[in-house]
């Protein structure tokens, strides 16, 4: 069986144009050096020369916003601003939603069809944007502050506002070709030139493979929804009762953070805290229990010590959600600011320590495990917390409200991302 020019790019033989390092000559090669090219070889061929024009074209004007119009403002003022833009979108999703205790803490159990085409999508799939949309904008802060890189203040600055505005649409519109790059790549997604009004399409194919994929999503959805009506039951969060968690107290200057037992708890985070160990259950069905209880990369912590940590980082974002404006409109920086949680991290360690019964050392390593670091396999769903300074932590609610624990997971194991040394 011949080699097809996607198998090439699978293998990664050639730089993908999502890709540092891209070449449009090294494409060309690639291309013309296949031996038997099929019919559904030029398709992603082309596919791979346009998105790359179209990326290139939002890196230009990227460049072009941050020379001539940033403002005179911080890395970590931004960074502070796009996780307020991302947590003030998903809280949006919960107030529209009404979500209360009755209510799942699964979103793929819910659906909507409220966009321009009228396809029924999940409140998960629509969370997932709120994180997505702003994963560049987030990714390039973080680098500059690791790289200790200022920004400079363009020839003809913007308000802060207008800035980040335009920051966040062009890192949701390099999001979304990204992303139709991997479905492309990955899934059975054809690409098609429609001559005659000159337009592209991305259409995807009722392949088996395909349809499969669609029917598992929907029998897991489905699951979820009938396990949600079980899991809010008294007698099924009772099994947790005893369990710690962290809860806010004040605000301002005067927030501190306190340890409680779930009992103690609303029954909304209660039956969130519940649905977290059902999630636990079923994963721990999929892989060895060796997976969770062998030291981690050599870090001193096993999965199951990221997991107890992770579950109160969870529950601690849930909180805020009531904590956030009630009005979610915004036409100052102040007020969007209002939307992005803001924590000393050592009191955040302290707390960890004391709910899950870790050390404040080990306890420390997992918050760093978990801080996004801008590496290659980094991950925004999977590392929610973010750090300004050393001394400052903020989470990113949005991914941390209610995430898919399977994904996490199986990220963490697959990239065995190093851990840093942070004490």
């Not at 559904?40 to 890196?59: K, M, N, Q, V």
């Not at 750090?387 to 990113?396: A, Q, T």
Request: charged letters at 25%; one cysteine or more; proline letters at 3%.
């Amino acid at each position: 069986m011949h080699e097809t020019f996607k198998d090439r790019i699978r293998k990664r033989t050639v730089k993908w144009p999502t890709q540092r390092g891209f070449k449009l000559s090294d494409w060309d090669s690639a291309w013309n050096s296949l031996k038997m090219a099929s019919s559904a070889d030029e398709p992603i061929y082309r596919a791979g020369r346009i998105i790359h024009s179209i990326l290139a074209e939002i890196r230009t004007a990227r460049d072009t916003i941050y020379k001539e119009l940033a403002p005179s403002v911080t890395n970590e003022s931004l960074l502070r601003l796009y996780c307020a833009m991302s947590n003030r979108d998903r809280a949006i999703i919960n107030k529209t939603q009404s979500i209360g205790p009755s209510t799942p803490a699964n979103l793929s159990c819910l659906t909507t069809s409220n966009n321009m085409v009228g396809n029924e999508v999940t409140l998960q799939e629509v969370a997932d944007g709120c994180v997505d949309g702003l994963r560049n904008a987030i990714h390039f802060c973080v680098a500059r502050i690791n790289d200790r890189t200022e920004m400079r203040a363009g020839s003809v600055p913007l308000a802060e506002m207008d800035f980040v505005t335009r920051e966040a649409h062009l890192s949701q519109l390099y999001g979304l070709y990204e992303d139709l790059w991997h479905a492309l790549v990955w899934s059975d997604y054809d690409f098609v030139h429609h001559i005659t009004e000159d337009v592209y399409e991305i259409v995807q194919r009722k392949t088996d493979r395909e349809v499969a994929r669609l029917v598992s999503h929907l029998r897991k959805s489905r699951l979820a929804a009938q396990s949600a009506g079980v899991i809010v039951q008294s007698r099924i969060t009772e099994w947790y009762a005893a369990e710690k968690y962290v809860l806010i107290c004040g605000s301002g200057k005067r927030k501190t953070l306190r340890v409680r037992v779930m009992r103690e708890a609303d029954e909304h985070l209660q039956a969130i805290n519940a649905h977290f160990h059902a999630e636990i259950l079923f994963l721990r069905d999929e892989f060895p229990d060796d997976f969770f209880v062998q030291e981690y990369n050599k870090s001193g912590f096993c999965i199951s010590d990221v997991l107890s940590v992770f579950r109160l980082l969870m529950l601690l974002s849930n909180q805020y959600f009531d904590r956030f404006p009630a009005d979610d409109s915004f036409t100052k920086l102040k007020k969007l600011q209002e939307f992005c949680p803001s924590l000393k991290r050592q009191d955040l360690v302290r707390a960890i320590a004391n709910a899950s019964g870790l050390d404040y050392s080990k306890a420390s390593k997992i918050i760093a495990f978990l801080t996004y670091s801008t590496k290659i396999n980094d991950d925004l769903w999977c590392s929610p917390v973010l750090e300004p300074s050393p001394s400052e932590i903020i989470l990113l609610v949005s991914a941390l409200a209610t995430p898919v624990v399977g994904r996490v997971v199986e990220h963490w194991l697959v990239t065995n991302v190093p851990v840093s040394s942070v004490m």
